[in-house]
């Protein structure tokens, strides 16, 4: 790893002052990009500002109709959480599904939505379920947040603070994990509204990282079941291929994953 300077704000004006006044700063959350990225001399800011131990970072509030988590809020803390599995129990399956107890106590939602990996967990469930980002400058919808591969609408030293999501009437959660490493190869979030709407997300198997699947919306939105999407297909020209899998392989995966998400609908179970 390259030298750089460790610093650890306990406000939000503090974390902003030091990325303001370094010339090269990179914010630390849960650190399972960045710190691999830094041992392999992929990056090598002069300054990590750790945001974990920002009160205003961390912490899960459920309401009549959100649940509010704090961006520094561990993976562990969300799966745990009983009021979060009362409100959008595929919430809490999503999270206990991410790497493993290790990468669960360390890795933060915050860290997770705003890296925006292709193959994220989290990016799934905040675009199916509507959610609403807040930053210390703004508020962003799910639908503008994504802006494609390890892309959002974060500007330069914006911090993401919490994240609120709409409380589903339903909703299902699904992934193929890679052995390895548990990242998804193809995972779906899905959830009807209380307005009645259909959202299907798919993570870990698009070329430009997690989208909507409209078609798979269309088709839930009369007839919640698995078999409403028997024929459903996605062009495999639009999928990811690596040496995990083609993507003719990752388009038949998002088509399995949705139908187990809709088997999955109302349940913490991930298959």
């Known amino acids: ?34 710190i691999p990225a830094l041992k392999n001399r992929l990056a090598a800011p002069q300054h990590l500002i750790d945001v974990r131990a920002i009160p205003e ?21 969300v799966a745990g959480s009983q009021d979060v599995k009362a409100a959008i129990p595929a919430l809490c399956g999503l999270a206990g599904s991410i790497g493993d107890v290790q990468v669960r106590h360390m890795g933060t939602i915050g860290g997770s939505t ?14 199916s379920l509507d959610a609403v980002l807040h930053t210390d400058r703004r508020v962003l919808s799910a639908d503008d947040f994504f802006q494609g591969l390890y892309t959002t609408a974060l500007e330069p030293g914006e911090i993401l603070v919490r994240i609120e999501f709409r409380i ?47 078609e ?15 024929g459903l297909a996605l062009d495999p020209s639009l999928m990811m291929g690596d040496m995990h899998a083609p993507a003719d392989y990752r388009a038949h995966l998002v088509a399995v994953m949705s139908r187990r998400a809709v088997e999955n609908l109302g349940r913490t179970y991930i298959l």
């Open 1 to 34: 790893m390259y030298a750089t300077t460790y610093h650890r704000p306990k406000t939000i004006a503090e974390a902003v002052a030091l990325y303001e006044g370094s010339e090269d700063a990179s914010y630390l959350s849960g650190g399972h990009t960045l």
């Open 57 to 77: 970072l961390s912490g899960i509030a459920v309401t009549a109709d959100r649940v509010v988590i704090g961006a520094a809020t561990r993976h562990a803390a």
């Open 114 to 127: 705003a890296n925006n990996d292709p193959a994220a967990d989290y990016p799934s469930a905040v675009l």
């Open 168 to 214: 589903p009437e339903i909703a299902g959660y699904a992934k193929f994990r890679n052995p390895a490493s548990r990242y998804s190869m193809a995972a779906a979030f899905v959830s009807r509204h209380r307005d009645g709407k259909v959202r299907v997300a798919i993570t870990g198997a698009g070329n430009g990282g997690v989208f909507r699947w409209s």
């Open 216 to 230: 798979a919306e269309e088709r839930l939105a009369e007839d919640l079941t698995p078999a409403a999407l028997d």
